[in-house]
């Protein structure tokens, strides 16, 4: 499970992927300072109303994970990549977005699994 805290200080976002148990109850962060849970965050952005690209940090991957998930995507013909910079996934339209969380053994609020 992917957790996000945001600091209230400098707007740094920290993901830290662990279970449940393991979660902290803050995270320091770079500056510093302590970041707290974001929970509306950890349960995806809506999609980008101009271009109609989904992205989502809950369905997104762990850090130094991109490049090889990156190149599963590819392969497999599917229109999503996984941000280097914070592993958001981000897919072209929500059709590559379901192909990309299938492949990755992810279901979508629309099959009463998780919501993303
Ligand atoms: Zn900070």
Redesign the pocket.
């Known amino acids: 499970m992917t957790y996000i805290f945001t600091?209230r200080?400098?707007g740094?976002r920290v993901e830290i992927n662990c279970p449940l148990a393991q979660r902290p109850a803050r995270k320091k962060?770079?500056?510093g300072?302590w970041?707290t849970r974001d929970v509306a965050a950890e349960h995806g952005r809506p999609r980008n109303a101009t271009t109609g690209e989904k992205r989502s940090a809950i369905a997104g991957c762990g850090a130094g994970e991109e490049a090889e998930l990156n190149r599963d995507l590819a392969a497999a013909g599917i229109d999503a990549q996984y941000d280097p910079r914070n592993g958001d996934l981000v897919a072209r339209d929500r059709r590559n977005f379901l192909k990309a969380i299938k492949a990755r053994g992810m279901h979508s609020n629309t099959d009463g699994g998780f919501p993303l």
Do not use: F, I, Q, T
């Open positions: 600091c200080s400098c740094e962060c770079r500056c300072r970041a």
